[in-house]
């Protein structure tokens, strides 16, 4: 009893799929997960350098990596327009010359701008993130993400955060679900994240479970 699993890897194959999509001999498997990793970091990276004091987005959804022999494709699924979007072609060609001096291989990056960005967990996560640093209640800011989720017609959402909430001695969970979340239903399409955040008290981690449908 309480083993967890996690709700992505538990439903591969039938309503997820990988985000990275290449094939490798398994004594170059860890190599071409611990690049697939970097690419991922030096994107994140970038973009917290140039986007806005202001939005404190990075908008990021997801990322796809798909390797040829030659060249390394990574398609962005991006929530809200941000420097790289502003920029448009400038700023996607400043961001793959960042990225590519770390690789031998070409790189190739495009953007795509997603209908609902609060239907994802990443993007909802760093709202929540966004709203504890600036010293907001931790009750108030997950009903507020809850209320935006709703909107864009999802089924149920359940969202949880630990560690020293409030500041206070001892680190506790709280969380609050709307809706059904059946983690145990293969078929249901469940979207999840885990995101951590540093506030003066400490590390605070941040699990979202988005229901969206069911196949």
């Known amino acids: 009893m309480g083993q967890k699993i996690n709700p992505l890897g538990f439903r591969l194959g039938t309503t997820q799929s990988h985000h990275s999509f290449w094939f490798a001999k398994p004594k170059d498997f860890s190599m071409g997960l611990q690049e697939d990793e970097k690419i991922r970091n030096c994107i994140k990276n970038y973009v917290k350098k140039k986007k806005r004091i ?4 990075e908008g990021i959804a997801y990322m796809e990596i798909q390797k040829r022999i030659d060249l390394i ?10 420097l790289l979007i502003e920029g448009r072609t400038r700023g996607v060609e400043e961001l793959q010359m ?20 609060y239907g994802q967990p990443n993007i909802l996560a760093e ?10 209640s931790f009750r108030k800011a997950m009903k507020k993400a809850i209320e935006l989720t709703e909107q864009t017609g999802t089924k149920g959402i359940q969202v949880q955060v630990a560690g020293r909430i409030d500041g206070k001695e001892i680190a506790r969970v709280e969380w609050i679900r709307e809706g059904r979340v059946p983690l145990q239903t293969i078929h249901a399409k469940i979207d999840h994240c885990s995101h951590t955040i540093r506030t003066i008290y400490g590390v605070l981690g941040i699990k979202i479970w988005i229901f969206v449908n069911q196949e």
Do not use: C, D, M, W
């Open 54 to 57: 202001s939005s404190g987005f």
């Open 73 to 82: 494709q990574v398609i962005i699924y991006i929530g809200f327009p941000n």
């Open 98 to 117: 960042n990225v590519q001096k770390e690789f031998h291989r070409r790189l190739n990056i495009t953007i795509t701008r997603i209908e609902k960005p």
């Open 127 to 136: 709202y929540i993130a966004l709203q504890l640093k600036n010293r907001v």
